[in-house]
């Protein structure tokens, strides 16, 4: 949800982009997060890419908890489970090796 109220204050007000930026870093940091991975994840030019940088910020027992998650229960804040896919840790290693 932060993703969206960030995206919504940037698209709507961008002269106050930045306020939504230090909110989503501040609520970031208040849940255990680190400051300086707010920006990186804000930046990312595609959901995908979110997805990207978030799977590779978490720890290996979330991402195991994450998975083990039934999304027919609990509601997925991701617009895809594309992380639960065979092969998605394979595709964010390679994602992450690549020069550019």
Known sequence: M??????????????????????????????????????????ADSWEERMYYAWIVIDKKSRAEGLKLDYGKFQNYWPTLDFCAK??????????????
């Open 2 to 43: 932060l993703y969206y109220m960030a995206d919504a204050v940037a698209l709507r007000q961008p002269n106050y982009a930045h306020v939504g930026i230090e909110f989503f870093n501040s609520r970031l940091y208040g849940l255990g997060g680190k400051l300086d991975i707010g920006d990186v994840l804000l930046s």
């Open 87 to 100: 092969g998605w840790n394979s595709q964010v290693e390679k994602w992450m090796n690549e020069p550019d």
